[in-house]
């Protein structure tokens, strides 16, 4: 298999800061990271697709001056929320592609953020 | 863009049951079809996956069948047991972009 590590696990903060949340792939280089948001009880919401070394490709109706996306490495990509509100909190999760497979096939995920904005 | 439907999006069986929960999806292009079991606060599991070019697969008692033509997909699960209880997403991608849309998901709950 392969790890992918997301940090933090869960986050509070107040509303109107920024949160940066890390996703690194540890035994892989990964050149495609997705991003995911998960509201309590719904499905997993595509985001943003973060390719290392240019920009994120971002889905219909997010944000990407709100959401932003940095993948400077083949190892790390940073989801950082800006001016965070409460209607923002939620389960974020990254997931990464290994190389070396079928360019859509197993995928990894990090362990998720738990968001909370007060 | 993908759409991917999801069925039941609750399910109750008694123990050593089966379950079914069945999949639509929109794009003709998608070629892959995952299955994902998500207990709260966790990232999701990849349990058992499909390509477009397989009709059915099975590991164990878990088991998907794919219906390239009505575009539709199931996750059937025999002899269940409690620890099956959790939730389940259905998803599909295509070689293009990777990405996977996933299914609005099934609370399964399985009774002792």
């Known amino acids: 298999g392969a790890v992918v590590s997301q940090h933090p696990s869960w986050v509070i903060c107040k509303s109107g800061t920024s949160v940066k949340i890390e996703c690194r792939s540890l035994?892989?280089?990964?050149?495609?990271m997705f991003w995911y948001r998960q509201f309590p009880k719904q499905s997993l919401m595509l985001m943003a697709t973060s390719n290392e070394g240019s920009k994120a490709t971002y889905e219909q109706g997010v944000e990407k001056d709100k959401f932003l996306i940095n993948h400077a490495s083949l190892t790390l990509s940073t989801l950082t929320v800006t001016s965070a509100h409460p209607e923002d909190s939620s389960f974020y999760i990254c997931?990464?592609?290994?190389?070396?497979?079928?360019?859509?096939?197993?995928?990894?995920f990090g362990s998720g953020t738990q968001l909370s904005v007060l | 863009g993908e759409n991917v439907e999801q069925h039941p999006s609750t399910l109750s069986v008694q123990e050593g049951d089966s379950a079914v929960i069945k999949c639509t999806y929109s794009d003709s292009a998608s070629n892959y079809f995952p299955w994902y079991k998500q207990e709260l606060g966790k990232r999701p599991q990849l349990i058992i996956d499909i390509r477009s070019n397989v009709g059915e697969k099975k590991d164990q008692r878990i088991a998907v069948t794919l219906n390239k033509t009505a575009k539709h997909f199931s996750l059937h699960i025999t002899e269940t047991q409690p620890e099956d209880s959790a939730v389940y997403f259905c998803?599909?991608?295509?070689?293009?972009?990777?990405?996977?849309?996933f299914g609005q998901g099934t609370e399964l709950s399985v009774k002792p």
């Open positions: 997931s990464a592609r290994k190389p070396g497979v079928r360019l859509n096939e197993k995928l990894f």
């Open positions: 998803a599909s991608s295509y070689n293009q972009g990777g990405k996977l849309i």
């Open positions: 035994d892989f280089q990964a050149t495609t």
